[in-house]
């Protein structure tokens, strides 16, 4: 029966799925009442602390992008990219990476995707080649952001495990940092030369001969240089910078978040770094509405919020779906598989993998098997290690990013093939996902200790 069970959760992934965005949620929402009053499971836990997390930081991600500050980071982006426009394809993937490393979110790359096909169509060089692995970047970056909800979820479940009560946030982005930036240039490497060159693409021939097609061809120019910002712009930028330097430091020096008196001779703990950074954005999304004058009612337009909040919505209704039955089938569940993980701890990383293709979740993925993995019994460094596999919804292309990202490329490079999953993340990711797990694995063993 807990087979069939789980049959029909995935049933209810795939179907959200197919929906997408908030569908995702919602959908969950019947899964869930099917699971509590129809298959009679205890209800598990909402993901109450990791949408707390996404909400503080789109709240001020999103004050940045309405006060211009998003727009003057793209246009520095912009920059780098058109004085090199030759090395577009290294150097795409390098500006998505740290743009949501700062931001916490991906979904920035909306706005950088049309000028890195435009550099890369004026050289002459396959959009598909920087478009594509800039596109799984800006995605394989989130398991590495201090802000995301996903980190700030793993290093709240591994400081709770015996042992290892003095892992820091610091810790975990020493291995997720270096591993995902190693993943991101591998794959940047591999598609300097892939595909055809644009000359010999038959779809861009096809569509040169297509009068409308090659008017857009020809005449499409994508810049950020001509747009005029506020001088308060720069100032937002600074001030969300600073905002991530202040939840490292805090991270790195737990006695700063050790706050109160000791009752009854027990020591004080810790201020959570979830709380932490629900703290400091909505803090540093005050300082930056205040310092630069921005009008709240422009907040809410803005691709952030919408993004961040469809996000949010999906992660509420999947992960409460997926507790309930991972909570109610785990003493099963976890005699299947802790032969296997046991001898082959490594193999998590499949499950962490098999999961996310489904759910198009980090944060909802970790919320789903971090508890699993713990419960197997895996440790620490086994579990930050393979965070990189939380990201895994290239698999299947149906993601607004890579969606938005074959939209723009004018030239038809950048594609999905006929048989649905030969499409043009495929390849990028799953050299991207695997080489970061490799490292990540290697130096989690090293630092997490």
């Known amino acids: 029966m807990l087979y069939l069970e789980f049959l029909f959760l995935l049933l209810m992934l795939y179907t959200g799925s197919r929906f997408g965005g908030i569908g995702l949620g919602v959908i969950s929402g019947i899964g869930l009442v099917i699971e509590v009053f129809i298959l009679r499971m205890p209800l598990g836990k909402a993901p109450i602390d990791v949408m707390l997390v996404i909400l503080a930081v789109v709240t001020c991600a999103s004050i940045l992008e309405a006060a ?15 004085s090199n426009p030759k090395r577009v394809t290294i150097l795409a993937p390098m500006v998505t990476y740290v743009m949501t490393f700062m931001l916490g979110t991906g979904h920035s790359v909306y706005s ?23 596109s799984v970047a800006s995605q394989l970056a989130i398991t590495s952001s201090p802000l995301s909800a996903a980190i700030a979820y793993y290093l709240t479940q591994i400081t709770k495990m015996p042992g290892y009560e003095h892992i820091t946030l610091l810790n975990i982005i020493s291995v997720t940092v ?34 409308t097609w090659r008017d857009r061809i020809l005449n499409t120019t994508a810049t950020s240089l001509d747009a005029e910002l506020p001088r308060s712009a720069k100032m937002a930028v600074w001030l969300f910078v600073l905002s991530l330097v202040t939840v490292v430091v805090i991270a790195m020096l737990p006695e700063i978040r050790t706050v109160g008196v000791p009752v009854d001779g027990k ?24 310092a630069t004058k921005t009008n709240p009612q422009s907040v809410p337009n803005g691709v952030v919020f919408k ?114 999953f030969n499409h043009s993340f495929m390849i990028p990711g799953l050299i991207g996902v695997t080489t970061a797990c490799l490292v990540g694995y290697a130096l989690a063993h090293m630092i997490i200790v």
């Open 112 to 134: 950088v995707m049309p000028i890195i096909g435009d550099i890369a169509l004026k050289n002459k060089i396959r959009p598909e080649r920087p478009m594509a692995v800039s």
């Open 307 to 420: 993004s961040g909040m469809v996000a949010c919505i999906a992660i509420y209704g999947i992960a409460w779906m997926s507790d309930t039955y991972f909570s109610y089938a785990m003493p099963e569940f976890k005699a299947a598989v802790t032969t296997m993980v046991e001898s082959y701890p490594w193999t998590f990383a499949f499950a962490l993998f098999a999961v996310s293709v489904v759910i198009n979740s980090q944060a909802a993925t970790a919320v789903m098997m971090l508890p699993v993995g713990i419960s197997l019994g895996l440790p620490a460094p086994v579990l930050v290690g393979l965070i990189p596999a939380t990201y895994a919804y290239f698999f299947i292309p149906n993601y607004p990013s890579d969606i938005a990202t074959v939209n723009f490329d004018v030239t038809g490079t950048t594609k999905i093939g006929k048989y649905y």
């Open 178 to 211: 270096p591993a995902t930036f190693v993943g991101t240039m591998a794959m940047a490497l591999y598609s300097l030369r892939r595909g055809k060159e644009l000359e010999d693409d038959p779809e861009y021939q096809r569509r040169l001969k297509d009068p």
């Open 267 to 290: 020591p004080v703990k810790a201020i959570s770094m979830s709380f932490i950074i629900q703290m400091m954005m909505l803090c540093f999304g005050g300082i930056i509405l205040i």
């Open 68 to 82: 211009g500050g998003l727009k003057y980071m793209l246009q520095i982006a912009e920059r780098v990219l058109r």
